[in-house]
Protein backbone atom coordinates (compact mmCIF):
# COMPACT_ATOMS: atom_id res chain seq x y z
CA UNK A 1 0.00 0.00 0.00
CA UNK A 2 1.32 3.13 -1.30
CA UNK A 3 1.25 5.90 1.61
CA UNK A 4 3.08 8.97 3.30
CA UNK A 5 4.47 9.22 7.35
CA UNK A 6 5.61 12.08 8.73
CA UNK A 7 7.00 12.68 11.41
CA UNK A 8 9.37 15.20 13.46
CA UNK A 9 7.04 18.18 14.41
CA UNK A 10 7.23 18.83 17.96
CA UNK A 11 6.91 22.09 20.49
CA UNK A 12 9.30 24.64 20.61
CA UNK A 13 10.27 28.28 21.62
CA UNK A 14 10.39 31.33 18.45
CA UNK A 15 13.61 31.14 17.02
CA UNK A 16 14.35 27.47 17.53
CA UNK A 17 14.47 25.05 14.78
CA UNK A 18 12.74 21.59 14.02
CA UNK A 19 13.23 19.04 11.11
CA UNK A 20 10.49 17.79 9.71
CA UNK A 21 10.48 14.41 7.30
CA UNK A 22 7.96 12.07 5.05
CA UNK A 23 8.74 8.75 4.18
CA UNK A 24 6.82 7.50 1.00
CA UNK A 25 6.52 3.65 0.93
CA UNK A 26 5.59 2.75 -2.11
CA UNK A 27 5.17 4.79 -5.55
CA UNK A 28 7.28 6.54 -7.77
CA UNK A 29 6.37 10.75 -7.44
CA UNK A 30 7.60 13.43 -9.48
CA UNK A 31 6.78 16.20 -7.16
CA UNK A 32 6.63 16.26 -3.63
CA UNK A 33 5.78 18.97 -0.84
CA UNK A 34 5.27 20.79 2.59
CA UNK A 35 1.77 21.96 3.14
CA UNK A 36 0.63 23.37 6.61
CA UNK A 37 -3.02 24.16 7.81
CA UNK A 38 -3.37 25.84 10.70
CA UNK A 39 -6.49 26.39 12.91
CA UNK A 40 -9.33 28.38 10.84
CA UNK A 41 -7.67 28.52 8.19
CA UNK A 42 -6.94 27.07 4.77
CA UNK A 43 -4.50 24.77 4.12
CA UNK A 44 -1.54 26.75 2.41
CA UNK A 45 1.61 25.19 0.32
CA UNK A 46 5.47 26.36 1.53
CA UNK A 47 7.56 24.31 -0.19
CA UNK A 48 8.14 21.75 -3.28
CA UNK A 49 10.94 19.89 -4.88
CA UNK A 50 10.43 17.83 -8.84
CA UNK A 51 12.89 15.05 -9.53
CA UNK A 52 14.48 17.22 -11.41
CA UNK A 53 15.55 19.32 -8.72
CA UNK A 54 13.47 22.06 -9.29
CA UNK A 55 12.18 23.52 -5.76
CA UNK A 56 10.08 26.37 -4.82
CA UNK A 57 8.83 28.27 -1.15
CA UNK A 58 6.52 30.46 -0.40
CA UNK A 59 7.42 34.09 0.47
CA UNK A 60 6.42 33.43 4.57
CA UNK A 61 9.40 30.55 4.54
CA UNK A 62 11.64 31.26 2.12
CA UNK A 63 15.25 31.71 3.60
CA UNK A 64 14.31 29.78 6.94
CA UNK A 65 13.36 26.34 5.63
CA UNK A 66 15.04 24.43 3.46
CA UNK A 67 13.19 21.27 1.41
CA UNK A 68 15.30 18.34 0.50
CA UNK A 69 14.75 14.81 -1.38
CA UNK A 70 16.87 11.81 -0.97
CA UNK A 71 15.55 10.24 -4.07
CA UNK A 72 16.95 6.60 -3.05
CA UNK A 73 15.70 6.46 0.78
CA UNK A 74 12.23 8.20 -0.60
CA UNK A 75 12.41 10.44 1.96
CA UNK A 76 11.55 14.20 2.07
CA UNK A 77 13.07 16.21 4.48
CA UNK A 78 11.93 19.94 5.58
CA UNK A 79 14.44 21.81 7.56
CA UNK A 80 12.75 24.79 9.50
CA UNK A 81 14.89 27.25 11.55
CA UNK A 82 14.40 30.74 12.99
CA UNK A 83 10.60 29.69 13.44
CA UNK A 84 7.96 31.97 14.38
CA UNK A 85 4.86 31.45 16.51
CA UNK A 86 2.75 32.28 12.89
CA UNK A 87 4.52 29.07 12.04
CA UNK A 88 1.98 27.20 14.28
CA UNK A 89 0.11 24.44 12.32
CA UNK A 90 -0.55 21.14 11.26
CA UNK A 91 2.39 20.04 8.38
CA UNK A 92 1.14 17.81 5.84
CA UNK A 93 3.56 16.08 2.82
CA UNK A 94 2.05 15.60 0.02
CA UNK A 95 2.98 13.60 -3.58
CA UNK A 96 2.04 14.16 -7.01
CA UNK A 97 2.89 11.35 -9.63
CA UNK A 98 3.28 14.77 -12.45
CA UNK A 99 7.15 15.37 -12.64
CA UNK A 100 6.46 18.39 -15.02
CA UNK A 101 4.16 20.01 -12.79
CA UNK A 102 4.46 23.90 -11.58
CA UNK A 103 5.08 24.05 -8.26
CA UNK A 104 4.35 27.57 -7.58
CA UNK A 105 0.62 26.57 -8.86
CA UNK A 106 0.60 23.48 -6.58
CA UNK A 107 1.74 25.13 -3.23
CA UNK A 108 -0.91 28.37 -4.60
CA UNK A 109 -3.79 25.61 -4.65
CA UNK A 110 -2.65 24.33 -1.54
CA UNK A 111 -1.83 21.13 -2.89
CA UNK A 112 -5.70 19.98 -4.24
CA UNK A 113 -4.80 17.90 -6.68
CA UNK A 114 -2.01 16.08 -5.06
CA UNK A 115 -2.54 12.16 -5.76
CA UNK A 116 -1.70 11.46 -1.71
CA UNK A 117 -1.60 12.80 1.49
CA UNK A 118 0.42 11.84 4.90
CA UNK A 119 -1.37 12.19 7.71
CA UNK A 120 0.48 15.19 9.20
CA UNK A 121 2.46 16.27 12.12
CA UNK A 122 2.01 19.62 14.19
CA UNK A 123 4.43 22.17 15.25
CA UNK A 124 3.68 24.21 17.40
CA UNK A 125 5.92 27.88 17.90
CA UNK A 126 5.33 29.63 21.56
CA UNK A 127 6.67 33.30 21.85
Known amino acids: QVQLAESGGGSVQAGGSLTLSCGAS??????MGWFRQAPGKEREGIAA???????TYTDSVRGRFTISQDKFKNTLTLQMNSLKPEDTAKYYCAASIDKKRSLTLWLRTGGDDSDLWGQGTQVTVSS
Open 49 to 55: IRTDGIL
Open 26 to 31: GGDYGT
